[in-house]
T-cell receptor, first 117, second 115 residues
Framework: GESVGLHLPTLSVQEGDNSIINCAYS??????FIWYKQESGKGPQFIID?????DKRQGQRVTVLLNKTVKHLSLQIAATQPGDSAVYFC????????????????FGKGTLLTVNP | ETGVTQTPRHLVMGMTNKKSLKCEQH?????MYWYKQSAKKPLELMFV???????ENNSVPSRFSPECPNSSHLFLHLHTLQPEDSALYLCASSQDPTSGSGEQFFGPGTRLTVL
């Protein structure tokens, strides 16, 4: 069935290192993916998105990679900072389906990223 | 104010109480959503409103009753809840979901505790 999950529930890195957060999805028809960051006491905040016609997309200090062959999504954070400590969620969406519910994002459980000073 | 706001931020209620959660978005979006976030579980979509019309009820118990008087405001009316309903309730909004990227903007949530 449709599901989005994460390989690792927790990730601890040193300040300044690069972080990689992984996500696996099971629905090969999904064509739009989003990464969200949720800090303690706050709602999820958009980080970056990618459509299935792309393999890579870069933002400020973040890169999302999409491997449709193995249905894998990753978020790379360069030079991780203490302010990056949060739970990171990936979500998938079937936006291109005709008549489909393209507003339904399916979320993974999240990975807790801890940045050590 | 900008973005998506939610009130109250924290709520403690008994199982026989009636309360309401409020969400307001200042982004000019047409779609609004209620999510439930429980510990160690993925975000669960509860309701979706598009242009004030409810387009999704994701098998939510009737003790949760949504209301969307206009495209900027969304309420979640609570009645005779159970302790297992304790969770963070998140509101989100997005542009017309039939077009655009599908990105949803979230509020800070209401932390609900049912005694």
């Amino acid at each position: 069935g449709e599901s989005v999950g994460l390989h690792l529930p927790t990730l601890s890195v040193q300040e300044g290192d690069n972080s990689i957060i992984n996500c696996a999805y099971s629905n090969s028809a999904s064509d739009y993916f989003i990464w969200y960051k949720q800090e303690s006491g706050k709602g999820p905040q958009f980080i970056i998105d990618i459509r299935s016609n792309m393999d890579k997309r870069q933002g400020q200090r973040v890169t999302v990679l999409l491997n449709k062959t193995v249905k894998h999504l990753s978020l790379q954070i360069a030079a991780t900072q203490p302010g990056d400590s949060a739970v990171y969620f990936c979500a998938e969406n079937l936006s291109s389906l005709v008549g489909g519910s393209n507003y339904k994002l399916t979320f993974g459980k999240g990975t807790l990223l801890t940045v050590n000073p | 104010e900008t973005g998506v706001t939610q009130t109250p931020r924290h709520l403690v209620m008994g199982m026989t109480n009636k309360k309401s959660l409020k969400c307001e978005q200042h982004l000019g979006h047409n779609a609004m959503y209620w999510y439930k976030q429980s510990a160690k579980k993925p975000l669960e979509l509860m309701f979706v409103y598009n242009f004030k019309e409810q387009t999704e009820n994701n098998s939510v118990p009737s003790r949760f009753s949504p209301e969307c008087p206009n495209s900027s405001h969304l309420f979640l009316h609570l009645h005779t809840l159970q302790p297992e309903d304790s969770a963070l309730y998140l509101c989100a909004s997005s542009q017309d979901p039939t077009s655009g990227s599908g990105e949803q903007f979230f509020g800070p949530g209401t932390r609900l505790t049912v005694l």
